[in-house]
């Protein structure tokens, strides 16, 4: 993605339209990020919560669902 901008609808597709499960993806992923891991997409820019969120975006990091009882 060479745009700086990641389009809500993308986003949300990632996690099958749940805003809240994204949102916790991306601030725990952002939080991996500032203390050191290793950004699983190719050009990060300085942003940690865009990068995360492009990581979710590009299908390098995926939303794990609930196991149903």
Not at 6 to 20: C, E, K, M, P, T
Not at 38 to 61: A, F, M, T, W
């Amino acid at each position: 993605m060479n745009n700086k901008y990641v389009s809500v609808d993308r986003i949300l597709g990632a996690s099958n339209g749940s805003i809240f499960k994204i949102t916790i993806l991306a601030a725990k992923r952002a939080l991996q990020l500032a203390d050191g891991a290793k950004s699983l997409i190719e050009k990060p820019g300085e942003k940690l919560l865009d990068n995360s969120l492009r990581e979710i975006v590009e299908g390098k990091l995926k939303v794990k669902e609930a196991a149903q009882k």
